[in-house]
């Protein structure tokens, strides 16, 4: 069993700054892939950031500049970088490990950022 759990969330003003950690614990398990998705109030779960082995990272067009992925050597902790944020960057943010026997990954718990002054 592998449970992951973010942390780092909080209340911060517009353009300021957060950093979101997604720590994995658990069973060993092979991660392909680490992505971060947001579901804000009312809207649907989306794709914002995502690192693979290799270290190559996509983003979603709306963060892209703004937040950056990162994960540890061990591929058991993955980072959310996020700065210039904007009342629109609120919602609760979910990080998602992938693995080769488990199409549908891993999930957090989600995280709450709430961007407003």
Same mark, same amino acid.
């Given at each position: 069993?592998?449970?992951?759990? $973010? %942390? /780092? +969330?909080?209340?911060?003003?517009? +353009?300021?700054?957060?950093?979101?950690?997604?720590?994995?614990?658990? !069973?060993?398990?092979?991660?392909?892939?680490?992505?971060? *998705? #947001?579901?804000? =109030? /009312?809207? $649907?779960?989306?794709?914002?950031? /995502?690192?693979?082995?290799?270290?190559?990272?996509? *983003?979603? &067009?709306?963060?892209?500049?703004?937040?950056?992925?990162?994960? &540890?050597?061990?591929? #058991?902790?993955?980072?959310?970088?996020? %700065? !210039?944020?904007? =009342? $629109? &960057?609120?919602?609760?943010? *979910?990080?998602?490990?992938?693995?080769?026997?488990?199409? $549908?990954? *891993?999930? /957090?718990? +989600?995280?709450?950022?709430?961007?407003? !002054?």
């Amino acid at each position: 069993q592998v449970q992951l759990v $973010e %942390s /780092g +969330g909080g209340l911060v003003q517009p +353009g300021g700054s957060l950093t979101l950690s997604c720590a994995a614990s658990g !069973s060993q398990i092979t991660v392909t892939a680490m992505k971060w *998705y #947001r579901q804000a =109030p /009312g809207k $649907e779960r989306e794709f914002i950031a /995502g690192i693979v082995g290799g270290g190559i990272t996509r *983003y979603a &067009d709306s963060v892209k500049g703004r937040f950056s992925i990162s994960r &540890d050597k061990t591929m #058991r902790m993955a980072y959310l970088q996020m %700065s !210039s944020l904007k =009342p $629109e &960057d609120t919602a609760a943010y *979910y990080c998602n490990f992938n693995t080769p026997f488990k199409p $549908e990954g *891993y999930w /957090g718990q +989600g995280i709450r950022v709430t961007v407003s !002054s």
